[in-house]
């Protein structure tokens, strides 16, 4: 059965912080690794990753893959209320259109 | 504007009955989704469809039933043999077999009492 763990299930941090969500698989015929922003309704695509070691980045969020450990993190820098949300990991197979997600890491950004 | 709409955004309903939740796309995708979401579940898979007139269960199928008659439309049935019907539902397209970027809707939030 195809497995996707994120850490910690959810994080309260002040603004200005730095922080690191993990999210680790076992799935079979891995293909791809999706991250999701949740703020309220529908979540928001944020990055795909595909390879090993190439970071995704988009200004203050980065992601990154390590295929050899199966797992993923995604480092959000100098943290806003605005990030205040549920990021969700989700990963997807050969072959198959359909997703596998995490439960989530629902993240509190206090000013 | 392309995009994915869900109606309506609130419902409440009588346990015993039956539900239609709505959900349209004009993306022309051909595949398209039925996620579940419970607090501190993530989303888990109801039903998807990958072409018109064909659509396969997922994880959670039991007591949902849908239809996929034109590429745009994928409602969703809450019958009454779901024994916890109260989530919050999302629905989500994407353009096919190992395209794995999901395009959400805003859901829909149904209570039943």
């Known amino acids: 059965e195809d497995k996707v763990v994120q850490s910690p299930l959810s994080l309260v941090v002040h603004e200005g912080d730095t922080v690191t969500l993990n999210c680790s698989y076992e799935v079979t015929n891995f293909r791809s690794l999706l991250w999701y922003k949740q703020e309220k309704k529908a979540p928001t695509f944020l990055f795909m990753l595909t390879s090993s070691g190439i970071e995704k980045k988009s200004g203050r969020l980065s992601s990154i893959l390590d295929k050899k450990e199966l797992f993923s993190i995604l480092n959000i820098t100098a943290t806003q209320t605005g990030d205040s949300a549920i990021y969700l990991c989700a990963v997807g197979r050969w072959g198959y259109s359909t997703l596998t997600f995490g439960k989530g890491t629902m993240l509190l950004v206090s000013p | 504007d392309g995009g994915i709409t869900q109606s309506p955004k609130y419902l409440f309903r009588k346990e015993g009955q039956n539900v239609t939740l709505s959900c349209e796309q004009n993306?022309?995708?051909?595949?398209m989704y039925w996620y579940r979401q419970d607090p501190g579940q993530g989303l888990r898979l109801i039903y998807y469809?990958?072409?018109?007139?064909?659509?396969q269960k997922g994880d959670i199928a039991e007591g949902y039933s849908v239809s996929r008659e034109k590429k745009e439309s994928f409602p969703l049935t809450v019958t009454s043999a779901q024994k916890n019907p109260t989530a919050f539902y999302l629905c989500a397209s994407s353009t096919g077999t190992n395209t794995y970027e999901q395009y959400f809707g805003p859901g829909t939030r149904l209570t039943v009492t």
């Open positions: 469809s990958q072409i018109v007139n064909d659509f």
């Open positions: 993306l022309n995708h051909d595949a």
